[in-house]
Nanobody, 121 residues
Framework: VQLAESGGGLAQPGGSLRLSCAAS????????MGWAREAPGKRIEWVSI????????FYSNAVKGRFTISRDNAKNTVYLQMNSLKLEDSAMYYC???????????????WGQGTQVTVSS
């Protein structure tokens, strides 16, 4: 399993970024995928999760209404569109693979290397 995040960078408050996670080494369309983030001195936090078919999603309260998760199973890629960015969104963002098709209890054994998002004026 390989997960490669991209799209991070520097954004101003109120700005937007789109993260991508290119997956390989497994049947992408059969598994739930998720995005989590880790800021310095804080615990890792789940941001958003999407089921295998892209129909069911989860968002943390911190990002609900601002971030949108999506996936393209033909391209083996999951996305995180981040709008209305806030200073507190600054973190390393990781893509992860679940072990189920649905949003039930997943185990997350495969993670990418992460992409840094910095929100600053």
């Amino acid at each position: 399993v390989q997960l490669a995040e991209s799209g991070g960078g520097l954004a101003q408050p109120g700005g937007s970024l789109r993260l991508s996670c290119a997956a390989s080494g497994f049947t992408f369309g059969s598994y739930t995928m998720g995005w989590a983030r880790e800021a310095p001195g804080k615990r890792i936090e789940w941001v958003s999760i999407i089921d295998s078919g892209g129909r069911d999603t989860f968002y943390s309260n911190a990002v609900k209404g601002r971030f949108t998760i999506s996936r393209d199973n033909a391209k083996n890629t999951v996305y995180l569109q981040m709008n209305s960015l806030k200073l507190e969104d600054s973190a390393m963002y990781y893509c992860a693979k679940g072990n189920r098709k649905d949003l039930g209890y997943n185990e997350w054994d495969d993670w990418g290397q992460g992409t840094q998002v910095t929100v600053s004026s």
